[in-house]
């Protein structure tokens, strides 16, 4: 696909303009019928099925200092002690490509949870552009202080075996970097094309981190260089990896514009790995 169209709806999807001047723009470059080939295809992308029957789903709520935040809970229906992975979403909300990543983990053998965000302001609607215009509405702050929260309730749970990783993809791979910040009790942490943070937060990570980037993804870029230079400086433990004919979102397999299964599927065995060696080998499902 053209770069100017998938920079174009790059734009459109992080708020650089609203959905009336997206289309305009489109036609300009490529014609209207180009829209169909950027939208998100939920319905045949689903890797985990909702009703696999290793799997034991729930929706789960905790609380938060800034209210109770709903989410998504998946593991295996064999019971026992298991590393956690927290799933955070991209800027569409809990929608269901999220909550499949979700049901992957706990394929995998973790007790994985999903927390929706946009709880904060209403809860993930339906509609993915009215899920991008709501998370507008988000306050960071807010949203990462649920996230501490969140790692709180799970290193508690039941089933948790103790140690607890997160995992995001794009507005949630920043949310990986800033939650790392903000908490202590995160151990690990594995963000996909996130932006950074200011190189006078890095001192309070203590979590070890796994940072996926994509070649062709400019604006997440720029700052890569300091966000590494920061986490040397400070002997933060972490590993990066860079997928040089790869776009923005690529591991999100809804949208075929972007989708780059080779580099999807190498970052996949990468994070899981990094979660067994620094959460925890769960039991196999």
Same mark, same amino acid.
């Given at each position: 696909?053209?770069?100017?169209?998938?920079? #174009?709806?790059?734009?459109? *999807?992080?708020?650089?303009?609203?959905?009336?001047? @997206?289309?305009?723009?489109?036609?300009?470059?490529?014609?209207?019928?180009?829209?169909?080939? #950027?939208?998100?295809?939920?319905?045949? &992308?689903?890797? +985990?099925?909702?009703?696999?029957? =290793? #799997?034991?789903?729930?929706? $789960?709520?905790?609380?938060?200092?800034?209210?109770?935040?709903?989410?998504?809970?998946?593991?295996?229906?064999?019971?026992?002690?298991?590393? $956690?992975?927290?799933?955070?979403?991209?800027? %569409?909300?809990?929608?269901? !490509?999220?909550?499949?990543?979700?049901? =992957?983990?706990?394929?995998?053998?973790?007790?994985?949870?999903? &927390?929706?965000?946009?709880?904060?302001?209403?809860?993930?609607?339906?509609?993915?552009?009215?899920?991008?215009? #709501? %998370?507008?509405?988000?306050?960071?702050?807010?949203?990462?202080?649920?996230? +501490?929260?969140? $790692?709180?309730?799970?290193?508690? !749970?039941?089933? /948790?075996?103790?140690? +607890?990783?997160?995992?995001? @993809?794009?507005?949630?791979?920043?949310?990986?970097?800033?939650?790392?910040?903000?908490?202590?009790?995160?151990?690990?942490? $594995?963000?996909?094309?996130? %932006?950074? +943070?200011?190189?006078?937060?890095?001192?309070?990570?203590?979590?070890?981190?796994?940072? !996926?980037?994509?070649?062709?993804?400019?604006?997440?870029?720029?700052?890569? /260089?300091?966000?590494?230079?920061?986490?040397?400086?400070?002997?933060?433990?972490?590993?990066?990896?860079?997928?040089?004919?790869?776009? !923005?979102? @690529?591991?999100?397999? *809804?949208?075929?514009?972007?989708?780059?299964? &080779?580099?999807?599927?190498?970052?996949? /065995? %990468?994070?899981?790995?990094?979660?067994?060696?620094?959460?925890?080998?769960?039991?196999?499902?």
């Amino acid at each position: 696909m053209d770069q100017r169209i998938i920079d #174009l709806y790059d734009s459109f *999807t992080h708020g650089g303009m609203n959905r009336r001047q @997206f289309f305009d723009r489109l036609a300009d470059v490529a014609g209207s019928s180009a829209a169909a080939l #950027l939208q998100n295809d939920y319905a045949h &992308a689903a890797i +985990v099925p909702p009703d696999d029957a =290793r #799997l034991a789903i729930e929706r $789960v709520s905790y609380d938060s200092p800034k209210g109770k935040i709903n989410g998504y809970l998946a593991r295996p229906k064999a019971k026992g002690k298991r590393p $956690v992975v927290l799933v955070i979403q991209e800027n %569409r909300g809990l929608n269901p !490509h999220i909550e499949d990543v979700t049901r =992957r983990f706990a394929a995998e053998g973790f007790l994985a949870y999903a &927390a929706d965000l946009l709880s904060l302001v209403g809860g993930t609607p339906a509609s993915d552009d009215e899920a991008r215009d #709501l %998370r507008a509405k988000l306050n960071q702050d807010d949203a990462v202080t649920a996230l +501490v929260s969140a $790692v709180s309730f799970l290193k508690k !749970h039941p089933e /948790s075996a103790g140690k +607890v990783g997160a995992v995001g @993809f794009c507005f949630g791979g920043l949310m990986v970097n800033r939650l790392a910040a903000a908490s202590p009790e995160l151990d690990a942490g $594995v963000a996909y094309y996130g %932006r950074q +943070v200011p190189a006078a937060q890095v001192p309070n990570i203590k979590a070890a981190l796994m940072l !996926h980037y994509a070649g062709k993804d400019d604006g997440v870029n720029a700052e890569i /260089s300091a966000y590494e230079a920061a986490l040397k400086a400070n002997n933060k433990k972490y590993t990066m990896y860079s997928y040089a004919d790869a776009q !923005h979102v @690529f591991n999100n397999d *809804t949208g075929a514009a972007r989708y780059n299964k &080779a580099a999807a599927d190498l970052a996949w /065995s %990468r994070t899981v790995a990094f979660f067994k060696e620094n959460l925890g080998v769960p039991p196999r499902v």
